[in-house]
């Protein structure tokens, strides 16, 4: 299973790595784009290399958020990539497949890319980036996209972009996307409720810029005690029927059940966590 959760930590802040680490976050993206002034990126760059080289972690649990491929930075993120072994890398403004191409050449083909989408051109060309080699899954950068598109604030901005990626994302047989991020670190409604409106076009995971809002994300990700029982219900009733049967006064067929099988399965993961 994938992570639910990325927390963002800015590549020039080691002392920050292992407290990301330890909290409960699915995985930590170490930033060298956004986070980090140019003036800091070479020792940004370093300080990831030290520790990724000397610290515990699966490399499931690790991302970077690399420069993007346009960047006077890309090249030599690229090269730490290969000399430290990491697996996963994070692409910010993906707006055609053959920059994951590029990226995966550069490094290793063990590498695994999390295209980060976050831009009109990008949303453009979605069905071409999903189907490059070594894409992961898709990563939806809200922010930029509504700057992009000088979109108004209103999350109905985001319903065509959101539709295309997971679309784009399911018949390429990629891992359901990950949401943008919650900018508001006050307002955990807020990051609540973004992480709903994902998760109604298909998001399983989502960005976090702060520890705070990865309890939130990986509270949400679990069915609730309703579902479950629903959820029972359903499958007592599926094994005990060859065909469509009523639970609830409403007819339950094989969509129902597969809903019904990956609600059971989420609430599973939960206990043996």
Known sequence: MLP???LFVPGNRPERFAKAL????????????????????????????????????????????????????YADDLAMI???????????????????????AATSPAVVVVALVESARGINNIDQIVLAGGVQR?????LDYAADLNLSGDDQGLIYPYSR????????????PNAGVTPNLDDLAQTEGDFAFARSFGCTA??????????VVERLSQPTASEVI??????IAAQDSSGAVRVDGKMVDRPVVLKAE???????????S
Not at 57 to 70: K, S
Not at 138 to 142: E, V
């Open 4 to 6: 639910v959760s990325y």
């Open 22 to 73: 330890a909290s409960g976050a699915g995985a930590i993206i170490l930033d060298l784009e956004d986070a980090v002034a140019p003036a800091d990126k070479t020792a940004a760059r370093q300080a990831i290399a030290n520790w990724v080289q000397t610290a515990d972690i699966a490399h499931e649990q690790l991302l970077v958020r690399i420069n993007d491929a346009q960047s006077a930075w």
């Open 82 to 104: 290969k000399a430290t072994g990491l697996k996963q890398v994070m692409l910010p403004k993906t707006e055609f497949a053959e920059q994951v191409r590029m990226t995966i």
């Open 138 to 142: 898709i990563a939806f950068g809200t």
């Open 165 to 176: 990626i997971a679309i784009a994302s399911r018949a390429a047989d990629l891992a359901p």
């Open 206 to 215: 989502k960005m976090c810029i702060h520890p705070k809002q990865v309890e």
């Open 230 to 235: 629903w959820a029972e219900k359903v499958l």
């Open 262 to 272: 990956a609600i059971k399965a989420r609430s599973l993961l939960k206990t043996r």
